[in-house]
């Protein structure tokens, strides 16, 4: 198994468990990160070993806080479309994944860490999760996550939450379909490996077969969500208002 210095793997009964792993920054999603994330997904399809796979986030705070605005804080207009590119390669090979992804939510899931979330199959969280696309609090524009809230829930809560950037607790979460099971804190893991393994057990090119149809079902509007995310970051670093407002968070921070 290949060493990460960003997320842990462990395989175990046949579920490999994918731990994003800085906790410091609260698991956010560096561009390492999502290229050892992108890595570890594709090698796990292509082993026969592995027949479901759990992610979740190091530590009891966050599964991922999204983005790391270290690296955003400096990004232009000009470097827009790299960005976005790189979540695209990362969705993508998720997507292509043929076998059932459950993910173990610990704590905070926000922006692209939930975006990361909702490309799971089936989602279980923890009692104190807390949840949100909170990308127009630091200036960005939210149009993957809109497109995923879209297909989960519908227009009225999806706007509710896209404008406010505000969080949600697990209750909430589940009542508005971003997570259909909620479990006490110290059980969590326990929970999502016992599913896993329920899920391993089951035959493979029927669970493979059934992924298939789900993404059909989404494939064209993902694609053209892709298209506008950007040209709509290309508009918003143009504007100056994200490099303000992701400067503005890091004085408040220190």
């Not at 993910?103 to 999760?129: K, P, Y």
């Not at 669970?207 to 993404?215: E, G, Q, V, Y």
Request: net charge negative; hydrophobic share 40%.
């Amino acid at each position: 198994m290949m060493d990460y210095e960003n997320i842990k793997l462990q395989e175990k009964e046949s579920v490999l468990t994918i731990t994003i792993d800085r906790p410091k920054t609260y698991n956010s999603l560096s561009t390492n990160t999502k290229l050892e994330l992108e890595q570890a997904f594709y090698n796990a399809e292509r082993d026969d070993s592995v027949r479901a796979i759990i992610l979740t986030g190091s530590g009891e705070k966050s599964f991922s806080s999204g983005q790391d605005l270290s690296e955003s804080k400096g990004l232009d207009e000009s470097a827009a479309e790299d960005w976005v590119e790189e979540f695209d390669s990362l969705y993508r090979v998720i997507r292509k994944v043929s076998k059932p992804i459950i993910s173990a939510i610990n704590g905070f899931s926000v922006g692209s860490g939930l975006q990361l979330a909702l490309l799971t199959d089936i989602r279980i969280s923890n009692e104190s999760a807390k949840f949100g696309m909170t990308e127009v609090n630091v200036g960005l524009p939210c149009i993957i996550g809109t497109t995923m809230f879209w297909e989960v829930m519908g227009k009225s809560k999806t706007i509710d939450l896209i404008l406010t950037g505000r969080l949600i607790d697990a209750k909430e979460a589940q009542n508005y379909n971003l997570v259909t099971r909620v479990v006490p804190d110290n059980k969590l893991r326990m929970e999502a490996f016992n599913l896993a393994k329920e899920l391993a057990n089951k035959p493979l090119t029927a669970i493979a077969l059934n992924k298939r149809r789900f993404n059909q079902l989404s494939e064209e509007e993902f694609n053209n969500c892709m298209n506008y995310a950007v040209d709509a970051h290309i508009m918003g670093y143009a504007s100056g208002e994200p490099q303000k407002a992701m400067e503005e968070f890091f004085e408040k921070q220190k």
